[in-house]
């Protein structure tokens, strides 16, 4: 999760002049990984400015290219020059060779003057070509690092942006801003948005925290007859658990769907590692990227009659936004109208009713899916993408309304969108979860000795309801933790409230009077005595081949009278390989791989041995019944058991190769014998 500083900002008072590492290094403290720093100014630097295209003279050249030669203002009219750079004229108007035709006269655009340094060390100067002395760079926005498109310049007039000449252009896209990325496990997936991210600065530094999504739901209407109809039907639930347990659906109309998107939006998504596509997608992408609740649009002249989620019928198909037909899966939660199919739950919509720069009415989908379902999906259909990394975590089962709410806000503040009064929300309920908390139950867990106040107000500060009862404590979850499941994790999180700091550090104390055994030891005199020899120890692995345990393993002998096509060895249920799908009965077959391993290498004289066990099955192998966990197994299953483990005898043994010494004056090579 990478999280933009000025983002976080807006949440909680992280101080101005924090930079991305103190960010990392206070979030430690609560358990997230640090992963990287994310900051634009790292790879830019010097006058980049914003300018003023004055004229622009088309020229052909003998290489067949047309480039204009432009001039172009930095600085203010009647505003004196304070840039600095070899090659900055004093004027404020600098001429520049650009070979892109996509602007005009009168376009401002960024300028990265003499003296700037772009991403890869690319540095400006001042330099004649196509016959002109060109000294500047008229800059598109894989130049600056910020997107993809390099097939034109980009004129700031595009961004909806109209700035002053000689701006600082990086000030003005972001450019400043940093972010931190830090690693969240699959358990918390409620750190995977800027909500989770503020809490847990909260929690660290100790300050209160203001649940802004709140806000966005005590906004949100009810709601009515008057919204689009959605019905939840699924015939098929995994492990007993729904595909949808909530589907809210909002309508506006009057979209601007192709209106910019706001530099404020697209440098904080480009900093979370998120592309800007358009004014819809990004609005959604926001809203998940700061709620943790992933959004769907839809075109809603596209939609055909009520929508219906449901499980993909064997064989149905659906191309989705990236363009690719695939054949769903009857395990696959679908989002279907009267037309069939038009998306895949929590993974990917359809092709059928994107939204586009023509569209006008957009449906705000705001769900919560299966977690096993949507990650089944996802790696099915090889489409891991945001949303079903969310999904696929847990997403907050009760701030569908409030994410839907601040996608409609975003939408009328900037695509100038009218909020239809329609409102669905189809809810199966929700049941939070209630732990037992035993008293003495986390000091014994942890050795710390937490007292009643402590262990109340870490639970408290994540969230939880708490309740004393006679035996300790009932704790009620918060919606958005979903891994918090038992008393094993609540203890883990007053651990790491209270600080992983506060939890001394003792090591164990070896009992008195306790060494080797005398197998032990035996064992240490012989590998030491080897290896002091001369010798150098290998470890080759225990599994081996069935023709490899009967060709080595004396003293199974095949006669006419008595021939043995296999030796009795044990079988691998689950090998890594099904060519050595079985444990060694000796310890030679491991040797000689490892001998033909180093000849083909280029070592020609080799000493080597192993110590290891080798397994050799017994009358009987393996138990027909296996206990159930959580009990301890009677004696005579414990006996059956143990009846069924094979004979694990040590044995030594050595492999010798070439001659004990390489060739050297006055000493002829003596090939490896019995001495």
Same mark, same amino acid.
């Given at each position: 999760?990478?999280?933009?500083?000025?983002?976080?900002?807006?949440?909680?008072?992280?101080?101005?002049?924090?930079?991305?590492?103190?960010?990392?290094?206070?979030?430690?403290?609560? !358990?997230?990984?640090?992963?990287?720093?994310?900051?634009?100014?790292?790879?830019?630097?010097?006058?980049?400015?914003?300018?003023?295209?004055?004229?622009?003279?088309?020229?052909?050249?003998?290489?067949?290219?047309?480039?204009?030669?432009?001039?172009?203002?930095?600085?203010?009219?009647?505003?004196?020059?304070?840039?600095?750079?070899?090659?900055?004229?004093?004027?404020?108007?600098?001429?520049?060779?650009?070979?892109?035709?996509?602007?005009?006269?009168?376009?401002?655009?960024?300028?990265?003057?003499?003296?700037?340094? *772009?991403?890869?060390?690319?540095?400006?100067?001042?330099?004649?070509?196509?016959?002109?002395?060109?000294?500047?760079?008229?800059?598109?926005?894989?130049?600056?690092?910020?997107?993809?498109?390099?097939? !034109?310049?980009?004129?700031?007039?595009?961004?909806?942006?109209?700035?002053?000449?000689?701006?600082?252009?990086?000030?003005?896209?972001?450019?400043?801003?940093?972010? @931190?990325?830090?690693?969240?496990?699959?358990?918390?997936?409620?750190?995977?948005?800027?909500?989770?991210?503020?809490?847990?600065?909260?929690?660290?530094?100790?300050?209160?925290?203001?649940?802004?999504?709140?806000?966005?739901?005590?906004?949100?209407?009810?709601?009515?007859?008057?919204?689009?109809?959605?019905?939840?039907?699924?015939?098929?639930?995994?492990?007993?658990?729904?595909?949808?347990?909530?589907?809210?659906?909002?309508?506006?109309?009057?979209?601007?769907?192709?209106?910019?998107?706001?530099?404020?939006?697209?440098?904080?998504?480009?900093?979370?590692?998120?592309?800007?596509?358009?004014?819809?997608?990004?609005?959604?992408?926001?809203?998940?990227?700061?709620?943790?609740?992933?959004?769907?649009?839809?075109?809603?002249?596209?939609?055909?009659?009520?929508?219906?989620?449901?499980?993909?019928?064997?064989?149905?198909?659906?191309?989705?936004?990236?363009?690719?037909?695939?054949?769903?899966?009857?395990?696959?939660?679908?989002? @279907?109208?009267?037309?069939?199919?038009?998306?895949? @739950?929590?993974?990917?919509?359809?092709?059928?009713?994107?939204?586009?720069?023509?569209?006008?009415?957009?449906?705000?989908?705001?769900?919560?899916?299966?977690?096993?379902?949507?990650?089944?999906?996802?790696?099915?259909?090889?489409?891991?993408?945001?949303?079903?990394?969310?999904?696929?975590?847990?997403?907050?089962?009760?701030?569908?309304?409030?994410?839907?709410?601040?996608?409609?806000?975003?939408?009328?503040?900037?695509?100038?969108?009218?909020?239809?009064?329609?409102?669905?929300?189809?809810?199966?309920?929700?049941?939070?979860?209630?732990?037992?908390?035993?008293?003495?139950?986390?000091?014994?867990?942890?050795?710390?000795?937490?007292?009643?106040?402590?262990?109340?107000?870490?639970?408290?500060?994540?969230?939880?309801?708490?309740?004393?009862?006679?035996?300790?404590?009932?704790?009620?979850?918060?919606?958005?933790?979903?891994?918090?499941?038992?008393?094993?994790?609540?203890?883990?999180?007053?651990?790491?409230?209270?600080?992983?700091?506060?939890?001394?550090?003792?090591?164990?104390?070896?009992?008195?009077?306790?060494?080797?055994?005398?197998?032990?030891?035996?064992?240490?005199?012989?590998?030491?005595?080897?290896?002091?020899?001369?010798?150098?120890?290998?470890?080759?692995?225990?599994?081996?081949?069935?023709?490899?345990?009967? *060709?080595?393993?004396?003293?199974?002998?095949?006669?006419?009278?008595?021939?043995?096509?296999?030796?009795?060895?044990?079988?691998?249920?689950?090998?890594?390989?099904?060519?050595?799908?079985?444990?060694?009965?000796?310890?030679?077959?491991?040797?000689?791989?490892?001998?033909?391993?180093?000849?083909?290498?280029?070592?020609?004289?080799?000493?080597?041995?192993?110590?290891?066990?080798?397994?050799?099955?017994?009358?009987?192998?393996?138990?027909?019944?296996?206990?159930?966990?959580?009990?301890?197994?009677?004696?005579?299953?414990?006996?059956?058991?143990?009846?069924?483990?094979?004979?694990?005898?040590?044995?030594?043994?050595?492999?010798?190769?070439?001659?004990?010494?390489?060739?050297?004056?006055?000493?002829?090579?003596?090939?490896?014998?019995?001495?």
């Amino acid at each position: 999760m990478r999280v933009p500083l000025s983002w976080l900002r807006e949440f909680v008072p992280v101080a101005e002049d924090a930079s991305a590492e103190d960010l990392m290094a206070t979030l430690v403290k609560v !358990g997230l990984e640090e992963e990287d720093v994310h900051r634009p100014s790292d790879e830019l630097s010097g006058p980049i400015v914003v300018g003023q295209v004055l004229s622009m003279e088309p020229e052909t050249h003998s290489n067949g290219k047309t480039v204009n030669w432009c001039q172009v203002r930095v600085v203010p009219e009647g505003q004196e020059q304070t840039l600095t750079g070899k090659g900055i004229e004093p004027s404020g108007v600098q001429g520049i060779i650009c070979g892109a035709h996509n602007f005009k006269p009168g376009d401002k655009v960024v300028v990265t003057l003499p003296g700037a340094v *772009l991403p890869g060390g690319f540095e400006i100067t001042a330099r004649k070509t196509y016959g002109h002395k060109s000294a500047g760079m008229i800059a598109s926005t894989r130049e600056l690092g910020i997107g993809d498109d390099h097939g !034109g310049i980009l004129v700031l007039s595009t961004l909806g942006l109209d700035p002053e000449v000689g701006t600082d252009a990086m000030e003005l896209l972001g450019l400043y801003d940093q972010a @931190a990325e830090v690693n969240v496990t699959p358990d918390r997936g409620y750190a995977f948005s800027l909500r989770g991210i503020a809490r847990e600065w909260c929690h660290a530094t100790g300050s209160s925290f203001e649940d802004f999504v709140l806000a966005y739901g005590e906004r949100a209407p009810e709601a009515n007859e008057s919204g689009h109809p959605v019905a939840l039907r699924d015939d098929a639930p995994i492990h007993g658990n729904p595909g949808c347990t909530r589907f809210v659906m909002r309508e506006v109309s009057g979209v601007k769907a192709d209106a910019p998107v706001p530099t404020w939006m697209s440098s904080r998504l480009r900093l979370a590692g998120v592309r800007s596509l358009s004014l819809p997608v990004d609005i959604s992408n926001y809203v998940m990227l700061e709620t943790g609740q992933p959004l769907h649009f839809y075109d809603a002249d596209k939609v055909q009659g009520e929508i219906v989620v449901r499980r993909a019928a064997a064989g149905e198909k659906l191309v989705t936004l990236d363009g690719v037909e695939r054949t769903l899966h009857p395990e696959d939660i679908v989002i @279907a109208d009267d037309s069939g199919v038009i998306g895949l @739950a929590g993974v990917m919509g359809g092709a059928s009713t994107e939204v586009t720069d023509s569209t006008t009415r957009i449906l705000v989908e705001s769900a919560r899916f299966d977690e096993v379902s949507v990650a089944r999906t996802a790696r099915r259909h090889k489409l891991i993408s945001e949303s079903s990394k969310r999904f696929e975590r847990g997403v907050d089962p009760l701030i569908q309304a409030a994410a839907a709410q601040r996608a409609v806000e975003l939408l009328v503040e900037l695509a100038g969108a009218q909020v239809e009064p329609g409102v669905t929300d189809v809810s199966l309920g929700y049941e939070p979860v209630v732990i037992d908390l035993p008293a003495d139950y986390t000091a014994g867990r942890i050795g710390v000795d937490y007292s009643p106040e402590q262990i109340e107000s870490c639970l408290r500060e994540i969230g939880c309801s708490v309740e004393r009862t006679e035996s300790g404590y009932a704790v009620t979850v918060p919606s958005w933790r979903t891994d918090l499941r038992a008393k094993e994790d609540l203890t883990e999180e007053i651990a790491r409230i209270d600080g992983y700091a506060n939890i001394p550090s003792t090591l164990p104390v070896a009992p008195a009077g306790r060494g080797y055994t005398p197998e032990q030891a035996g064992k240490r005199r012989a590998l030491n005595a080897l290896a002091a020899s001369g010798l150098t120890e290998v470890f080759a692995y225990p599994f081996v081949s069935a023709d490899a345990n009967n *060709l080595w393993s004396a003293p199974w002998v095949s006669t006419p009278e008595n021939p043995v096509t296999e030796v009795p060895s044990v079988r691998l249920e689950n090998p890594i390989s099904s060519a050595e799908g079985w444990m060694r009965r000796s310890l030679l077959p491991g040797l000689v791989e490892v001998l033909k391993r180093n000849l083909s290498r280029g070592f020609k004289n080799l000493a080597i041995f192993e110590a290891g066990h080798v397994f050799i099955p017994g009358e009987q192998l393996g138990s027909e019944s296996i206990p159930p966990l959580g009990a301890r197994p009677s004696d005579e299953v414990l006996a059956d058991l143990n009846a069924g483990i094979p004979q694990q005898p040590t044995f030594i043994a050595g492999l010798f190769a070439g001659t004990e010494h390489e060739v050297m004056p006055g000493a002829a090579p003596r090939a490896f014998d019995w001495r």
